[in-house]
């Protein structure tokens, strides 16, 4: 899939503490995932047991495999947290964060894999059930909705318009309409911006360079609120300026 597409990389709204014995580990896997310490949070979040632990330590997990991890580990380690957000779904079936991160590290898989394999084993159709599953529970989902816009973009650039609309029911309209609709649901997550720049690079740079610029500008101007948010930040910034010297 085309690497300036990140699927699914949005830090996601925050996870409800849980109660009792279980609130300490999670705050625990909330802290090192916020520092930056993504196997630290995979490991203390998937000990919790629950379902929010195991959504916690999906999403930490694909992090550390896609941002940190040496190339000939990733696919093993992203292969673990897809193992860890079908758990989190298995737990309880209507956490909306569940599917979503089902979504999210299926996407994480194929950028690993590659778009031919990925095809093969049918991640396009088991994503976009995740992101349509986190909705349902969660109409209003803000990364539900960026995981959907994501999905149609990232589909229509691959293949091109008329192959994604027969094939996956994929259109550049819905891409669209999606990532609006995760603006007006975070109007102050850096990531939303973010991709959405991408998700529009993706589908014609050419059209959409001039809002791309502004998106990116946007999420530039986002203050960062943890490790993630950094990453998203330099990211950010790598794009706007790679943009800039292509127009130049």
Known sequence: MDPRVLFLFLAGLALAFSDGAGAQPIEEARAAHAAGRFAEAARIGASVGTSEGYALAARALAYHAHFLAPHDRKEGLLDEAAALAEKAVRADPDNPEAHLQRAHT????????????AADRGYAE????????????????????LAMGAWHAEIVAAVGSFLARITYGAREREAIAHFDKAVAGAPQVK??????????LALDEDEYRDRARGLLARAIEIPAKDAYDR?????????????????G
């Open 126 to 145: 088991k994503i976009r059930e995740a992101a349509e599953n986190a909705l349902k529970l969660d109409p209003g989902m803000a990364a539900a909705h």
């Open 106 to 117: 299926i996407g994480r898989l194929s950028q690993a894999i590659g778009s031919f394999e």
């Open 231 to 247: 990453i998203l930040h330099r990211n950010a910034v790598e794009r706007l300026e790679a943009l800039d010297a292509s127009s």
């Open 191 to 200: 990531a939303v911006y973010l991709e959405y720049a991408l998700g529009l």
